[in-house]
């Protein structure tokens, strides 16, 4: 298998210019690029989030070796030009990962990789940003070791198939530490008393969901911290922000329940009394950055706290 990607790939991705019906912001992935004529039509930065890479392919519809590796993640979805084979846009993502000094640790298709147990385990972007057919994909994880060439990085890409179109997802986990974004109940209680409003961006959710992850727990504990020892705060407002990506109903309900789940941990874990919260979510109507690149958008994505 390998000897035949290797013969029907001509390398022809590269870190070409983003084309005009790329997603605003988006960017290809140094050493990596796109297959030639793709478009971009999912792109997402996380300064810092979770990916489970897997090593080997499923047995029994179980994970034999599921890694888990945390750092920077940039999950970017492409569209095939026409004409476009599933087998020779994966080829050609194999060769040039392998290029870019990627140690191939799977790669798969279907049936070999696990089926619909496999594709289920395996984390996208969502419809119409990546279209995923369980039943036709192939997959590929890699890990390039730290170095010249930077810190340690892991990549896995996906390829599948919308009817006659061909999606790709490449998605790059550079290694970091995760860097300490939490404000204290001090600093809530100041920019309460301020500005009526402080911005949080410890409170962490995946991507499209709106359940608490548990890495929340340190800046909820402060939220309680600040309205335990303060008598005063009464009432105080959560409101959930979004960026620009996805349309406005979506962003407004996603962030609506964004605020609720937060509200609901601070009641059933920390033990405030439900009646001093009220939540809302204003999606994507209150930026404080520009949407258009992703240093803006990740300051958009947060949780704030208001007094009225």
Not at 100 to 125: K, N, P, Y
Not at 199 to 225: C, H, N, Q, R
């Amino acid at each position: 298998m390998k000897g035949l990607l290797i013969a029907l790939s001509f390398l022809v991705l590269a870190s070409a210019p983003a084309a005009a019906a790329d997603v605003k912001g988006a960017a290809d992935y140094p050493g990596i690029g796109r297959f030639a004529g793709s478009e971009v039509t999912g792109y997402e930065v996380r300064d810092f989030d979770a990916e489970v890479v897997q090593a080997t392919a499923f047995k029994q519809g179980k994970p034999v070796d599921a890694r888990t590796v945390q750092g920077k993640v940039t999950r970017i979805a492409y569209k095939a030009p026409d004409g476009a084979s599933m087998l020779e846009v994966f080829a050609n993502y194999r060769n040039k990962a392998a290029a870019a000094g990627f140690e191939i640790l799977l790669d798969c298709e279907t049936d070999v990789c696990g089926g619909m147990d496999f594709a289920a385990a395996v984390r996208l972007l969502p419809i119409p940003q990546m279209w995923f057919d369980g039943f036709n994909y192939r997959y590929l994880s890699a890990r390039r070791r730290a170095g010249a060439s930077g810190p340690e990085a892991w990549v896995v890409v996906v390829t599948s198939q919308n009817n006659d179109t061909v999606y790709t997802q490449a998605t790059v986990v550079e290694l970091g530490a995760l860097e300490n974004k939490m404000i204290d109940a001090a600093a809530m209680k100041k920019g309460l008393k301020e500005e009526g409003r402080i911005a949080l961006y410890g409170v962490y959710f995946d991507t499209a969901k709106a359940d608490v992850k548990p890495e929340s727990a340190p800046t909820l504990a402060e939220i309680a911290k600040l309205l335990k020892g303060d008598g005063s705060l009464t009432t105080v407002y959560i409101v959930g922000h979004t960026d620009s990506q996805g349309g406005y109903d979506y962003n407004i309900d996603l962030s609506r329940r964004r605020a609720a789940a937060i509200a609901a941990e601070l009641v059933s874990k920390h033990g405030v009394a439900a009646g001093r919260l009220k939540t809302a979510g204003v999606g994507f109507l209150a930026p404080i950055a520009s949407n258009a690149t992703e240093d803006g958008r990740a300051l958009n994505r947060r949780t704030e706290l208001v007094v009225p």
